[in-house]
Structure formats: structure tokens, C-alpha cells
């Protein structure tokens, strides 16, 4: 494996431990100033597009906020140049109780050692019931 594949897995893999730790400066780290972010869902045909640190961070510590216990368990980790894709499982209870349990991926851009784009893909599965 080329250096700097290696170099962009350990990046990935970072992101998603920051993310289980709800640590939003560790998360921003890992990617650029002008990080552009397309959201699983939302009103454009790429979902949500937000741009920028403040942005980004902001959409991430939402779903912190109205989620505390949301994780994203991690099944694959691929690197192909410029590019690279997380495979994972998406797990949170909302505020009233309900449940999400659905895989995903995150297709990703590199730039100067960091993140520069992430796309965010879901199943789209209905809520669980309240436990």
C-alpha cells in the first residue's frame, strides 16, 4: 500500500473516532477550511450541500445535540488516490424515544492531507419503536 494511502486510512479512521467522541474540534482537524459536505437528506438533488467549517460543524453537533447517543459503527475503510469511501452503521435514538438503525457510506475528497469533500449515503429505513 502506497504511504499515502495509509496516511488517508489513519485520517479516516480518526474522523470516525471523533465523531464517536463527539468531539467536533477533532472532527473539523481532519478536514480543510472550505470543506463542502452533501448531506444524507434534504432538499437539493445532493441532499443538503453546506460549505465551510462553521457550517459543517454546526450540522454535526446538531446531530450530536438531538441524538447524544448516535454512533457510526465502521465496517470498511477504502483509499483509491484522491478519493476514499467509509462503509458503516448508523445507530441513534431521537429525543421521543424512536429508534434508526441503517447502514451507509461516505464517499470522500482529498486535499493537503485532509478532507476537502464528504457525501453522505443512508438506507432509508423507517423509525424504530421506543424502547
Known amino acids: 500500500m502506497p504511504a499515502l494511502d495509509a496516511i ?28 463542502v459536505f452533501d448531506t444524507a437528506a434534504g432538499p437539493e438533488i445532493c441532499g443538503r450541500r453546506l460549505s465551510g467549517t462553521e457550517a459543517v460543524r454546526a450540522a454535526f453537533e446538531g446531530t450530536w445535540t438531538s441524538m447524544p447517543d448516535v454512533s457510526w459503527q465502521c465496517t470498511r475503510h477504502e483509499v483509491f488516490g484522491d478519493r476514499g469511501i467509509s462503509e458503516w452503521i448508523f445507530r441513534a435514538t431521537a429525543k ?8 451507509g457510506c461516505d464517499l470522500f475528497g482529498f486535499r493537503d492531507g485532509k478532507i476537502c469533500t464528504k457525501s453522505a449515503f443512508r438506507k432509508d429505513r423507517p423509525l424504530l419503536a421506543a424502547l
Do not use: K, P
Not at 8 to 35: E, K, P
Not at 96 to 103: L, V
Open 96 to 103: 421521543d424515544g424512536q429508534r434508526i438503525e441503517a447502514e
Open 8 to 35: 488517508r486510512l489513519n485520517l479516516l479512521q480518526s474522523l470516525f473516532d471523533a465523531f464517536n467522541r463527539h468531539d467536533g474540534a477533532a472532527v473539523m482537524s481532519c478536514m480543510t477550511d472550505d470543506i
